[in-house]
């Protein structure tokens, strides 16, 4: 089945620099890439999503890229503010008939330090 | 427009019971997923119910099910429980299904012991 792999585990970054989170999959049959933000104690929440038609998507201070020759995909956030902090998850959609289900990868700690 | 909705929010069970976790969707949606949430592990599907009948199965033991009634309302059942089932467990749902915007409950802690 679909396997993916987030890097880096834990991310502390300065207020104002960029963070990068990158993931890979293994089935190149994977066609929708979200990611989620789970603030402590609370839902996880659809911040971005792209999919396999599209190299790289923007929404504000957000930008997700997607390389399907090489099979990774990376979260981009610009400018971090302390409530950047969260877990975040990349996953990676499977389409099987009318069927889909995400496989996630292990997460991210990002802590936005001033 | 309600959110997706998860009752119990808190359980604890002893060994070797069974637990049985709601979960009411957003109206409209008839998708539902359940994942389990554990340290360390990340989310880790279980299985997905469209219009009261199971599309996909995650790698989780027979003794983890689950159904869909005819309001799009689920629940999932743990039979025989484990002190590793021990999680977060987290459903989700969505308008149709594939490949469309999941919007998760707040989950059900379930403690084993």
């Known amino acids: 089945g679909e396997n993916v792999e987030q890097h880096p585990s834990t991310l502390s970054v300065q207020e104002g620099d960029s963070a990068v989170i990158k993931c890979t999959y293994s089935d190149s049959a994977s066609n929708y890439f979200p990611w989620y933000k789970q603030e402590l104690g609370k839902r996880p929440q659809l911040i971005i999503d792209i999919r396999s038609n599209v190299g790289e998507k923007k929404d504000q201070r957000i930008a997700v890229t997607l390389n399907k020759t090489a099979k990774h995909f990376s979260l981009h956030i610009t400018e971090t503010q302390p409530e950047d902090s969260a877990v975040y998850f990349c996953a990676a959609s499977i389409l099987t008939g009318t069927a889909s289900k995400l496989t996630f990868g292990t997460g991210t700690r990002l802590q936005v330090t001033l | 427009k309600a959110g997706v909705t998860q009752t119990p929010r808190y359980l604890i069970k002893t060994r070797g019971q069974q637990v049985t976790l709601s979960c009411s969707p957003i109206?409209?949606?008839?998708?539902v997923s359940w994942y389990q949430q554990t340290p360390g592990q990340g989310l880790q599907f279980l299985f997905e119910?469209?219009?009261?009948?199971?599309?996909n199965k995650g790698n989780f033991p027979g003794r983890f099910s689950g159904r869909q009634f005819s309001n799009s309302r689920s629940e999932m059942n743990v039979s025989t429980l484990e002190l590793g089932d021990s999680a977060l467990y987290l459903c989700?749902?969505?308008?149709?299904?594939?490949?469309?915007?999941?919007?998760f409950g707040q989950g059900t802690r379930l403690t084993v012991v």
């Open positions: 989700a749902s969505t308008v149709q299904g594939p490949n469309t915007e999941a919007f």
């Open positions: 109206s409209g949606h008839r998708s």
């Open positions: 119910y469209f219009s009261e009948t199971q599309r």
